[in-house]
Structures are given as C-alpha cells and as structure tokens.
C-alpha cells in the first residue's frame, strides 16, 4: 500500500503539469500530423498504384498469348521462333536459371572471400581503398560491363571453347558468346553488392564473439568458419538476394555477351536468351500475338524472381534459426 | 602439458629483494593455510607497456604473480587493469593501434617472442570477459567448442569434457537436462559461468577475468566468487576487479595500479591494512576512485 502510494504520488505532477499543456498544444500538433498522414498516404498510394498498374497491365496484355498458344505450350514448349509461330518459353526460362545459377556460383565464394578478407584480415586502410574501389564498381552503367565482355571476355573464352570443346560439337559452342560469358559479366557486377553487404555484416559481429573464440585457442581460420560466418550469415543472404535481384533483371549486359539463341543451355558454353533479353531484343519489331507473347514472357519473370525470392528468404529463415 | 619445460626453467622459488616492492612476490607464508609454501611464479611481467595509438596505457610493470594463486588487479577506472590483463595472453593484438613492449613470461617463457604460436598461448592462458559472451549456440557446442577447434572429434570425448567442465563451472546440475538448448536461454549469471566451462574446457593452467561479476546481480556474483575460490590451486586465477571488497574477499595478493603505473603489490590482507603506499592507503579508503 504504502509503495503504490508512493509511486502515485511521484507520478501524479508530471501527469498533472503535462495535462493543460498538452491539451493547448494538441490541436497544433493533430493539424501538422494529419497534413503529413495525407502526404504519406498519397505517396504510398502513387508508389503501390504504380507497381499494381504496371503488373496489372503486364498480365492483361500477356493474357492473350496464353490464351491464344496455351498455357503449357507456352512455358513448356520447347521451341521459341514466333516468326513460324512457335512460342515455346521453356528454354529461355532454362536459360535464365543456368545463367543466374552459374553466377551465384561464380559471385558468392568470392565475393564472401573478398569480404572476410577485407574485414577480419587486411589491415584497416587497405580495406578502406579496396571498399571504394568495389563500391566505385557499383557505379559502372551495364552497358560498358556489356562493351568490355564483348572486347575482351568474349574472345577469351571463345579460345578456351575452341580448346576443349571436342570436334564435331554444333559451331555454336565456339562462338565465345555463352551462358559462362554472361555469367563472369554478371559476377562481375553483382559482386560489389554482395561484397558490401557482407562487410557490414561481418563488421556488425559484435567483437566479444571474436574475441571469445580466439581467447579458447581457436586460429583465426577457425573463427571465421565457425563463428563469424554463422553469426553473419542473414546479413550476408541479404546481400546474396539483393544481388540475385540484379542478376535476374539485368539486360544490357546479358543481351550482350549471351549470345541470344533461345538454346536450352545443355553446356556452360551454350548460347542463351533470358527472359529479359528476350524482350529487349524483340519489343522493338513485334506486333499482335507476338507482342503479346514478350509480355506473357515478363509474367514468367515475375515468377522467377518470385520462386527466387523465396528461396533466397527459406534459406535467410534458417539460418536465422 | 609441458611439465618438463615449466619445472625446467620457473621452478625456481621467488626471493624477495628489499626496497624492490612490487616486483617480485613477497615471500611469506599464504595468507591461506591449505597452500603450502614457497610459491612457484606463474607469469612474470618485465617492463612491460602497453601504447594506445602512441599513448602509454600501462607504463613498465614489473610483476610477478604466484602459481595456483588468486591476485586481484585494483585501481580505479582507466587505470590500465584490464590492458595489463588483455596483455598477459596478447589479447590487445586486436585492437588496432596498440602495441606493447617489455616481456610476459609464462612458465618462463617470453609470450611476445614472435615464434610463440597465439592459439596455443591462449588455450593455456584462458579468459573470461566482463561482459558473458557465450556464443549464439547450444550449451553443448559452446563448451565443445575449444576443445573442438584443438582436434578433438569423438562425440564420447567431448560429451565428457563437456560434463566436467560444467561440473567444475558448478553448472552441470543448473543445465544438464537442457545441453542442446541455446546458450542464449541461460541467465547471465549462468552465462557467465558457462563462458568460465568454456574456457576450463581447453584446459588452461591460468584463467583471466575482466571483471567476471560485474554485470551481475549481487546472488550470482557470490557464485562466481564462490567457484573462484574452487578453482583456485588448480588454476592461476588473475582477476581484474573495481570492486574492492570482491578483491578482499577472493584474492591471495592484490596489485594496485594507477594511471597505468603498479603502485603497489602485496599480500591482499597487507593491501588492505597496512598498505606501504599513500596512494594504496587513499584508495582502498575510498579517498578517490
């Protein structure tokens, strides 16, 4: 009793003393909240608005080419020459996930590398000239990534196919445009998104973690891989799926280096179309069902980064756990 | 480990020198019946300093501290207490911008020497930090940690150093129907002492607290306390603490640093009843501090 009457008795002045005033000061602040909420919600309208419209009118102009080819025919249809009438989407959603996939593999290990490197190894003010450097990376337009595959990253690997690829192969497989030339270009430009996410992940590992597991003993190697990476990991994911975003709706660069055969990528050295280049390598001529196919095609995109995404945050969730 | 080695070179008993106050251990009988004299020296600090980005933080500490022994590190904050604690296993190596100068001997030799290997160094010379950081893992594969990272992977191995350690954390019975729960579930108390397993479970011969009870309560901080005076004998138990009467309560000798200089160091009960220094006297009487 005598305890609650006491805090009572602490709390009643500030009550007391803040009643009046706020009471005068209330209709001042509900006007300036009730301005903003208008402007806050106009904005979030326009934003959502946008995204609805967009992939409103996505599916109803790619509705007719389902309708018209047939949903299965359409993704599971194994030919895509919409001047024969084939419009078979399968190999181009094939050539998609080959391309993402094999970047991811290429990007991940060393872009991680880079970034426990450059946290938990180099020293302080050769991490800081590096990180700008990769962060400058970030800034470079997709085209001039797209320009310097084709000059040099081509070339190159068509002399490695023109090594290894056995006699009697199509010709195609010697053209040094290929699913891996796509790849190396997209590593390439996601990595500096992977690489900065994941330093500041690593960076956030609170140091007692660091400190704990070097005072047991443990070699630096060892904390890295035991304690560090897993205490970092939903952040370094963060970065993964960001990057993987990038990699799935990146164009230019792609359209440039991939070779843009609607081949289904039975090598790394295939030609391949993405779904993206597809329609930036045929919106500009296509007309009636065509048209309506290249949109159908930006439907199986949202799907793939759908699928993507999910994925990407299944594994985020798990490790989280 | 290494009996031939420490027996070798730092079996020889400490002899006191007059006027040399502070850098040799006072020969006298323990304050304690059950420790029999003469005491061995563990570690040995010679003229050693510690720079933070160019500015000393320990200033040439010549300090000897006896095996099996409790010593509490004193001094009020900033004094470069827990410096001199993190500098006995080479812990301010990762901060960067310090270096350090002078010798630490453990068993006689001289940790600085760039041969010395620092996993090995830190396995034998154990920390516990102030605040509990047990890893985001179960109770099981925090204490299995350490002694999986040496090599050891038989699961019945390691269930038993894990079951010991716990045991001599005064643990096991708090946590032995829950070893593969998170570590995080525990109280920081249990925390702590589950940070104390972790690192008796590479099997050290010292163990370094930076204040191990100071982030917590008053029940749990007995505990400590209580587990400090287990393991001592067993153990060189170095202890960083501002809290005097914890110093008095669980320490054999007590060094008193200030403004990174050793001002004193001595039996605990001569620290605190007839201490040499003014600036001892001031201190533990709370003048300042």
């Not at chain 1, 290894?164 to 053209?175: C, F, K, N």
């Not at chain 2, 410096?83 to 068993?107: H, Q, S």
């Not at chain 2, 038993?160 to 995080?184: G, N, P, Q, T, Y």
Request: charged share 20%; hydrophobic share 45%; glycine share 8%.
């Amino acid at each position: 009793m005598d305890d609650s009457l006491g805090q009572r008795g602490a709390q009643a002045p500030p009550s007391h003393t803040t009643g009046p005033g706020s009471t005068t000061r209330a209709p001042r602040t509900r006007r300036g909240k009730e301005t903003w909420e208008y402007l806050a919600l106009a904005a979030t309208a326009i934003a959502a608005g946008a995204v609805f419209f967009i992939a409103a009118f996505v599916f109803w102009e790619g509705w007719p080419a389902f309708r018209e080819v047939g949903f299965f025919e359409f993704v599971l249809g194994k030919v895509w020459s919409p001047t024969r009438g084939f419009y078979g989407i399968l190999p181009i959603i094939a050539g998609t996930f080959a391309v993402t996939i094999l970047t991811l593999i290429l990007a991940i290990p060393v872009s991680v590398g880079t970034a426990v490197f450059l946290t938990e190894y180099s020293p302080e003010w050769a991490s800081r000239i590096v990180r700008k450097a990769v962060d400058l990376l970030a800034g470079i337009p997709s085209v001039v990534y797209g320009l310097f595959g084709m000059t040099t990253l081509v070339p190159l690997i068509r002399r490695i196919e023109l090594a290894t690829v056995p006699q009697g192969a199509p010709s195609y497989l010697t053209v040094g445009y290929s699913v891996l030339s796509a790849s190396v270009i997209l590593a390439v430009m996601i990595a500096p998104t992977v690489i900065s996410i994941s330093c500041d992940a690593l960076k956030s590992v609170p140091s007692e973690y660091r400190e704990g597991s070097l005072g047991l003993g443990a070699t630096r190697w060892q904390t890295v891989t035991k304690v560090i990476l897993p205490v970092a990991a939903p952040g370094i994911l963060a970065g993964i799926i960001l990057g993987t975003g990038r990699a799935v709706g990146e164009t230019m660069a792609v359209l440039m280096v991939a070779g843009n055969a609607p081949l289904f990528p039975k090598s790394v050295f295939t030609p391949v179309r993405t779904l993206t280049a597809n329609i930036a390598a045929e919106i500009g001529y296509a007309t009636g069902l065509h048209e309506h196919a290249l949109f159908a095609d930006g439907i199986a995109l949202f799907f793939v980064v759908i699928l993507l995404n999910s994925v990407a945050l299944w594994f985020r969730r798990k490790a989280l756990k | 480990m290494d009996m031939n080695r420490t027996s070798a070179v730092a079996a020889k008993p400490v002899v006191p020198q007059d006027g040399d106050v502070g850098t040799t251990v006072p020969q006298v009988a323990s304050p304690r019946p059950n420790v029999t004299p003469p005491v061995r020296e563990k570690i040995r600090t010679e003229k050693l300093t510690v720079f933070y980005d160019g500015k000393e933080a320990i200033k040439s500490i010549d300090l000897s501290i006896p095996e099996g022994m409790v010593t509490a590190i004193i001094g009020p904050s900033g004094c470069g207490k827990s410096t001199f604690l993190r500098a006995l296993n080479r812990m301010n190596e990762l901060i960067p911008g310090t270096r350090t100068t002078g010798k630490v001997l453990v068993d006689g030799i001289n940790i600085y020497d760039p041969a010395i290997d620092l996993p090995t160094l830190r396995k034998n010379v154990g920390m516990v930090w102030q605040r509990p950081n047990p890893f985001p893992k179960t109770i099981w594969e925090n204490v299995a940690y350490g002694p999986k990272c040496l090599g050891v992977k038989s699961k019945a191995v390691l269930d038993d150093i894990v079951e010991k350690s716990l045991r001599e954390a005064a643990l096991w019975d708090e946590v032995k129907d829950r070893l593969h729960s998170s570590a995080l579930a525990l109280s920081g108390g249990q925390q702590q002492r589950l940070c104390i397993a972790r690192a008796l479970a590479v099997e050290p011969s010292v163990l370094l607290m930076d204040e191990p009870a100071a982030s917590l309560d008053p029940i749990s901080t007995t505990k400590i306390e209580d587990l400090m005076a287990e393991l001592r004998g067993k153990y060189t138990l170095i202890i960083v603490t501002h809290n005097m009467q914890q110093a008095a309560r669980v320490s054999d000798y007590t060094a008193f640093l200030l403004m990174g200089e050793l001002v004193e160091f001595d039996v605990t009960e001569r620290i605190f009843t007839r201490p040499k220094r003014k600036e001892t006297e001031d201190y533990i009487t709370g003048r300042f501090g």
